[in-house]
């Protein structure tokens, strides 16, 4: 094998999982900056690498020539794919290749890839020939003309799947279905989040802290990028021609933990916390006030009375604590009686709602689903406090967060 420098592997980057910003790619990188760079993530791919970049090449030499990069990066296959894509390199001098012998996983795999790249562009395909490469194109031109994030979809006009079975077809949906369940901030801002066929703005992602799990890394993009405009193009998923399908129940399970990693890390846990708290003290103040109001040894007012009475005292110390400590940050912003009052009457609001879905829940589990009607309560207690903390984030304290 000839191991000039020309031929020479890139060193595979090690540490964080974080895209360098365009001066630290430039002097990793020859020392130049690119428009484009492509990642192509192999395994087991050396009968389709070379019509791979033959392909490609051919494409983008018409259209950006000495202006792009294709980077292989190849977790150390046994069909040796990386050393069939490393001896095309003095045809395609656009081409660098990685050997990855430590790391293991497509995600990763893009993100070492974009670690070493030089454009401002960053994309990855897959390299097996079901991406169809004409559609780089499009996503150029969609970036060119101000997105942030161009992605190549099956569920938008021009879309498809060729020949999947109903099986996958329906394991595929529903994966997104859950993904909309768990993340439907990230994942309702696509049509195909399940997508591997995308390029995103440098800016958007340089020096976000990236921690993918298994190989859906559109949805890592989406959830810890700043991404602004998106635009999809619609293409057709292909059948493999050569090699095996890498799908494997296992990927579903990496799926589903990657929607958990990301939803525990785009929620805010601390703030979640206070409020929990303080509504802990509301508890108490509801039973002190309750049993001052309503019992015989104290002023003996009827038991509905005195309960309103207790309720909204306990929802009045509960917006004081969560106005100046809970989302005291964000109340600061917005000062003055007439907004305090507004977010009063929200919060009011949203919590008669969420006492509504509380016995609603504690009537579906105790009297359909036969829970001990103590459990039962624990677990509607439990969903309506995250109900309640959601939507007085998104509700009650909306406009100051807008102006963050």
């Known amino acids: 094998m000839n191991s000039s420098p020309t031929n020479s592997l890139l060193p595979v980057p090690s540490g964080s999982l974080q895209i360098p910003e365009s001066k630290f790619a430039a002097a990793n990188g020859n020392g130049h900056y690119l428009s484009f760079s492509l990642v192509i993530p192999t395994y087991n791919e050396s009968k389709n690498i070379k019509e791979v970049i033959q392909t490609l090449s051919g494409l983008l030499d018409n259209f950006i020539a000495g202006d792009y990069e294709l980077?292989?990066?190849?977790?150390?296959?046994?069909?040796?794919?990386?050393?069939v894509a490393q001896s095309l390199i003095p045809d395609y001098p656009q081409l660098r290749?990685?050997?990855?012998q430590e790391e293991r996983g497509l995600s990763t795999a893009v993100i070492r890839g974009w670690q070493v790249a030089r454009g401002q562009i960053l994309a990855v395909i897959d390299g097996?020939?079901?991406?169809?490469?004409?559609?780089l194109l499009k996503l150029l031109a969609?970036?060119?003309?101000g997105a942030d994030l161009a992605v190549a979809s099956r569920h938008v006009e021009g879309g498809g799947v060729s020949e999947w079975s109903f099986a996958r077809r329906f394991l595929s949906r529903g994966a997104q279905m859950l993904g909309l369940i768990l993340l439907p901030e990230v994942i309702g801002r696509v049509s195909d989040p399940m997508s591997g066929y995308f390029m995103v703005r440098r800016s958007s992602i340089a020096m976000r802290s990236l921690n993918p799990l298994g190989y859906k890394i559109l949805i890592?993009?989406?959830g810890r990028g700043k991404i602004g405009q998106i635009t999809e193009v619609g293409y057709v998923f292909q059948e493999r021609q050569e090699g095996e399908s890498k799908v494997t129940w296992k990927q579903y399970v990496e799926y589903l933990g990657h929607l958990l990693r990301l939803r525990f890390h785009l929620w805010p846990i601390g703030r979640f916390l206070r409020f929990a708290v303080v509504g802990l003290s509301g508890v108490f103040v509801d039973m002190l006030v309750?049993?001052?109001?309503?019992?015989?040894s104290a002023l003996g007012l009827g038991l509905t009375r005195s309960k309103i009475i207790s309720a909204e005292i306990a929802i009045i110390n509960n917006f004081l604590w969560n106005d100046a400590w809970t989302f005291g940050d964000m109340a600061s912003k917005q000062r003055g009686w007439r907004k305090r009052l507004k977010r009063f009457l929200k919060f009011n609001i949203v919590c008669l709602m969420g006492l509504m879905l509380n016995v609603l829940l504690l009537n579906v589990l105790y009297n359909f689903l036969h829970i001990h009607y103590q459990w039962a309560n624990l677990i509607a207690i439990a969903a309506v406090t995250f109900w309640n903390f959601w939507i007085n984030l998104k509700l009650s304290w909306r406009v100051t967060?807008?102006?963050n």
């Open 97 to 100: 290749v990685m050997r990855r």
């Open 401 to 403: 967060e807008i102006k």
């Open 128 to 135: 097996d020939l079901q991406h169809p490469p004409e559609v």
């Open 220 to 222: 890592e993009v989406l």
């Open 71 to 83: 980077i292989v990066v190849d977790d150390d296959s046994p069909d040796r794919t990386w050393e």
């Open 290 to 296: 309750l049993y001052l109001l309503h019992d015989p």
């Open 142 to 145: 969609a970036i060119e003309e």
